[in-house]
């Protein structure tokens, strides 16, 4: 697949909508190392990525919804979310968690762009083997100090989200794009 193509056909592969086969460990490996050629301000290379499968992607999906349990209002509290984590044990291979390691060099805007530039490498390389997908979310509990206490992360570490892996389930079509034209986004001045 070109370059074009596969930034032009990149979705969103919910974690509904993944097989439940396991994405081989050289796939995961392929894409972690796309992810780390990301471009990145005065090399602080800020990304962390912590990867889980199998039991500990199990417990980690435990965690989940304790966090949600947790730190959801009564009020917004929807117990189809909790199944709805239930079942990612049975659909998705591997949960991705995206964390980043901010450095005082650099505002940390630019470290959090770098992060998700390191993220859309990873998505780009899923979205070329036309096998495998991805799904980046950020639900409130996993931006929250109890997983970050889980994660053991440090003082200068936060969580940006949990990034799910799966294979494409057979009776999947992904969504065509659909997008604005890029000159009504556009001012050029000459």
């Not at 998700?116 to 899923?126: E, K, P, R, S």
């Not at 950020?138 to 990034?163: D, I, Q, W």
């Not at 999947?172 to 986004?185: A, E, I």
Request: net charge positive; charged share 25%; with cysteine.
């Amino acid at each position: 697949m070109k370059l074009e193509e596969t930034i032009q056909t990149r979705r969103s592969l919910f974690p509904k909508q993944m097989s439940g086969e396991m994405v081989p460990s050289e796939v995961i490996e392929r894409m972690l190392d796309l992810a780390n050629w990301a471009p990145t301000h005065r090399n602080t290379e800020p990304w962390r990525f912590k990867v889980y499968s199998g039991n500990a992607m199990n417990k980690l999906l435990d965690c989940c919804k304790e966090c949600y349990v947790r730190e959801t209002p009564s009020h917004t509290f929807n117990s189809m979310k909790v199944e709805k984590i239930e079942r990612c044990k049975e659909q998705v291979s591997h949960i991705i968690v995206i964390c980043m390691k901010r450095n005082d060099i650099v505002p940390e805007f630019e470290e959090i762009a770098a992060t998700a530039m390191a993220v859309q490498n990873m998505w780009l390389y899923l979205a070329s083997t036309d096998k495998y997908g991805g799904y980046w979310s950020t639900p409130s509990y996993a931006l929250g100090t109890h997983f970050k206490k889980h994660l053991n992360l440090e003082e200068n570490e936060r969580c940006l989200g949990l990034f799910y892996v799966g294979g494409i389930a057979e009776n999947v079509t992904l969504p065509r794009g659909n997008r604005g034209g890029w000159r009504d986004k556009v001012t050029q001045h000459f």
